[in-house]
């Protein structure tokens, strides 16, 4: 299959040198505001690629069987339904859009257009989670009954999504910004659904990040519909190193991060015993795991099938905790998923 791209920035590039990895997969098409030379594009992705400036022109590639939306967020409302009309089969950069009504929109022109999605959730398919829910699967845990999973990234001025990331239009908030990457985390983890947010927000006294239009810090606390609870924090003003915090507490025993333990093995409770896995340890595109996301995404489309984990019914679930968490902090209260819902 051919690929098109939509917005030519740094996690573009990561999208193509994945995308060109696997076999039968070859992006042909960038689509990007600048003017873009299709020599430099070619030599440097290892593909022949044609530049647009028009998505119009580009989505009309008969060609073109899927399209890459890498544009700013504030604009993939626009690009993600342009694209479904024509046809394409979708990958979606996070966030899907920045309110949930924008999400619904786009998930309703996607069902009518019957078109195949990803969303790019890929820290489902990093090695740290696709280890840590085979065990909560085996049962290694029992039921979890607490779990949080925390981002701390700093965000600053070093950082290249600064430029645009720290005003509302395109960072939305902090966890649309990223930090939705551990909300998303801890509901795969958790499973089940999430009835009721409280989320709190902060920002740093640093004048590194005083550009930002939102509040950077926030702590999302959840209620699940069967007593459970969780936590999810996005921090995206710390100053320290980039950390994926995640600990899990259930009948069975415990998990932290890359260590565990379990009354079913009979480990030492006393000390904590170790789990063999690449954790999420850098906020670089390129140390994301977008390889085998697409390469779960087009083995899907290949059977016919919605792929696992991250088509847009998936990932809408999690944006509907993530807008709700936001109307929290903003309004300081409580807000179920049943307002963002409008039920």
């Known amino acids: 299959m051919n690929v098109g791209i939509v917005g030519y920035g740094w996690v573009a590039g990561a999208h193509i040198d994945a995308l060109n990895s696997i076999d039968g997969i070859e992006v042909t098409a960038v689509c990007s505001s600048r003017p873009q030379d299709e020599n430099e594009l070619s030599k440097k992705h290892g593909s022949s690629i044609k530049a647009f400036q028009d998505l119009g022109e580009m989505l009309s590639s008969d060609d073109i069987e899927v399209i890459s939306i890498c544009s700013y967020p504030g604009q993939h409302k626009e690009h993600a339904i342009a694209a479904a009309r024509a046809g394409k089969h979708l990958i979606l950069e996070k966030p899907l859009a920045l309110s949930i009504e924008d999400c619904s929109e786009i998930r309703s022109v996607i069902e009518e257009a019957n078109v195949?999605?990803?969303?790019c959730?890929?820290?489902?398919y990093s090695s740290q989670f696709l280890a840590t829910k085979s065990v909560i699967d085996d049962g290694l845990l029992g039921q979890i009954h607490y779990g949080e999973v925390d981002y701390y990234h700093g965000i600053g001025p070093w950082y290249g999504q600064f430029r645009w990331n720290t005003?509302?239009?395109h960072g939305g908030s902090s966890l649309l910004s990223a930090g939705c990457h551990a909300l998303d985390a801890l509901l795969l983890c958790m499973?089940?659904?999430?009835e009721e947010v409280s989320s709190y927000a902060a920002v740093s006294a640093s004048s590194t990040f005083s550009d930002y239009e939102y509040p950077t810090t926030t702590t999302t606390i959840m209620k699940f519909t069967d007593g459970r609870i969780g936590k999810a924090t996005s921090c995206i003003d710390c100053l320290q190193p980039y950390y994926f915090h995640t600990?899990?507490?259930g009948s069975e025993g415990s998990l932290l991060?890359?260590?565990?333990?379990s009354e079913k093995l009979s480990t030492d409770k006393g000390s904590w015993s170790s789990l063999s896995m690449k954790m999420l340890d850098s906020g670089d595109v390129s140390d994301h795991?977008?390889?085998?996301?697409?390469?779960a995404f087009f083995d899907s489309m290949a059977k016919g099938e919605?792929?696992?984990l991250t088509s847009i019914n998936e990932a809408y679930k999690s944006f509907e905790v993530v807008f709700a968490a936001d109307r929290s902090a903003e309004l300081g209260r409580p807000v179920k998923i049943s307002e963002i819902r409008g039920d």
């Open 167 to 169: 005003g509302k239009e």
């Open 191 to 194: 499973g089940g659904d999430v």
């Open 257 to 261: 991060d890359n260590k565990f333990h």
């Open 247 to 249: 600990h899990l507490v």
């Open 116 to 119: 195949r999605t990803c969303v």
């Open 306 to 308: 919605e792929m696992p």
């Open 289 to 295: 795991p977008y390889t085998t996301q697409f390469q």
């Open 121 to 124: 959730f890929e820290c489902r």
